[in-house]
C-alpha cells in the first residue's frame, strides 16, 4: 500500500506561481513512476506530468510545457510540481498519483491517488 498526501495549494493570481508537495508512505518510494493529474470543474480528469523512479525521465502535457516542473526527491519520499506562469486555466483540483508503471500511470489509471489539493488562479 501507498498513501499520498498532497499540499500547496491555494488561490494565486494570473501570472503567480505555486508548488505542489505530494508525500508518500508505504512501499519503496523509488520504484513508483509519479504524476499529477488535474481535474477542473466539468471536466474530466486529465494528465499534467509524471516522472519516472530514477528521476531520469519527465513527461508534461502540451498546456503545461515550459511553464511547469515535476521532480522528485526520494530520500524525503516526495514528488513536487512547481508551477510557474499559472493561468486561469489551470484551475483545477490537483491530484498526486502511482504506480510501479509508468504507461499505466500516465494513462490515469495508476493504482494510488491521493484527495487532492485545491489550485485557483483568478483572472
Known amino acids: 500500500q501507498v498513501q499520498l498526501v498532497e499540499s500547496g495549494g491555494g488561490l494565486v493570481q494570473t501570472g503567480g506561481s505555486l508548488r505542489l508537495s505530494c508525500a508518500a508512505s508505504?512501499?519503496?518510494?523509488?520504484?513508483?513512476?509519479m504524476g499529477w493529474f488535474r481535474q477542473a470543474p466539468g471536466k474530466e480528469r486529465e494528465f499534467v506530468a509524471a516522472?519516472?523512479?530514477?528521476?531520469?525521465?519527465?513527461y508534461y502535457t502540451d498546456s503545461v510545457k515550459g511553464r511547469f516542473t515535476i521532480s522528485r526527491d526520494n530520500a524525503k519520499n516526495t514528488v513536487y510540481l512547481q508551477m510557474n506562469s499559472l493561468k486561469p486555466e489551470d484551475t483545477a483540483l490537483y491530484y498526486c498519483a502511482a504506480d510501479l508503471f509508468l504507461t499505466v500511470l500516465r494513462t490515469g489509471r495508476g493504482g494510488y491517488w491521493g484527495l487532492g489539493t485545491q489550485v485557483t488562479v483568478s483572472s
Open positions: 508505504g512501499r519503496a518510494f523509488s520504484d513508483y513512476a
Open positions: 516522472i519516472t523512479g530514477s528521476s531520469r525521465s519527465t
